[in-house]
């Protein structure tokens, strides 16, 4: 394995063999957050480390709130997969993967700790201020890869970070009544919803066909923006809680 001193100065080296050089990206402009869905954190963070897995991430943060940085920074660690972002197929060549110990759905959605939270705040403005990573960049694994993906779930705490100035948040709209759009609608109106969450950067089809496509993309933005109800229905709280993410964007 190739040692390398760590890019995050709070961080322990633990390198992985698992990486290799980012494809015509000279710096990262991305952060993919991740839980790590395993039982125990010790458990992942050997798989992570295994040439066997070829997965990897560049940090690992435990739930006390140690980090560890397996992948340097300027090299590209194998934790996206298929995924997709604003046109861009090859997200681990844009990102900085980081791994939030945590088992996820499989566990059933334990909270996550202060102590990691707060590591995972410090990580990521230490990375967003060094690489000039903007904060609608700053997204979950569920965001670049919908449907494939549901990691780092509902319960991670989005706003708590956007408060500490990672990330990009507004206040979800209150859920209730009004239209909506599911599975098996079609027209204008949908294909309008498929053309902003492409906007924001989701992979969505702009068909006019709210497919299972359209749902599992629906689900992932609500997921991360609005997650007190997951259900891949575009009702008028996920539309009006898209529109105002896309008018707070820098060129909204």
Known sequence: MT???PDFAQADVAASPNF???KDVSRPDMIILHYTGMPTAAAAFDWLRRPESEVSSHYFVWEDGRVS?????DKR???????FWKGEADINSHSVGVEIANAGHPGGLPAFPAAQIEA?????RDIAARHDIAPER???HSDVAPVR???PGEKFPWEALAEAGVGHHVEPAVISGGRFFQRGDAGPPVEALQAMLALYGYHAPVSGEFCDRTAGVVEAFQRHFRPERIDGVADASTIDTLHRLLRALPDG
């Open 3 to 5: 040692q390398f001193l």
């Open 149 to 151: 993906k549901v990691d």
């Open 138 to 140: 700053v997204l979950g």
């Open 20 to 22: 290799g050089d980012r």
């Open 69 to 73: 940085q397996l992948v340097a920074e």
């Open 120 to 124: 995972v705040i410090a990580l990521c």
């Open 77 to 83: 660690a194998w934790h996206a997969g298929k995924s």
